[in-house]
């Protein structure tokens, strides 16, 4: 059985972090966990899911020109960065995505709740008494833990969220180590 935890090059370890609604939290943990991981030697990437059809371009633009003007990939670079925008066709799967990132010792994913990787739920009280993994729409066996300010009635390790040193230790312990 293929690996779930990683991409094609077995090295890769991928983890969604996910939650009901927003305001939950995922920003902050996903923003925390990358400063940890880079202060741990690990290479990182992250992709996050934008139900809104975002647009990095500005109007006026050279590159906003050329992706208008029908160019199908267009490629900002400078110094420090490098920007592709691609014109799709057809939505590009998860799996497919993730690939874009070449060799990289993690990749964090906010959102895709339905993606095949491992999961951690980010829930933070009073925002949302439901629970994903919970939730019979959802599979369950991809979640790992819950991320929580508070205790929960769940059959997964529950995983203090204002610690994410802690959350970070846990991703180590069970899926960049276990590789």
Known sequence: MENSYSNKKEKTAILS???TKSGMGKTTLVESLIKIFKSRNYTMGTLKYDVKKFEIDKEGKDSYRFSHA?????IIASSKKLAMIQSLKEEKT?????????????ILIEGFKNSIYPKIEVHRKGIDNNLLCKNSDYSTSNFIAVASDENLDVN????N???AVSIADFIEDNLIKKK
């Not at 029908?70 to 267009?74: K, R, S």
């Not at 997964?156 to 995983?159: F, K």
């Open 156 to 159: 997964i390790p529950i995983l």
């Open 94 to 106: 998860i799996e497919e995505i993730v690939t874009l990132f070449g060799d990289l010792d993690i």
């Open 70 to 74: 029908g160019a199908d990939n267009v």
């Open 161 to 163: 969220l204002n610690d």
């Open 17 to 19: 972090i996910i939650s």
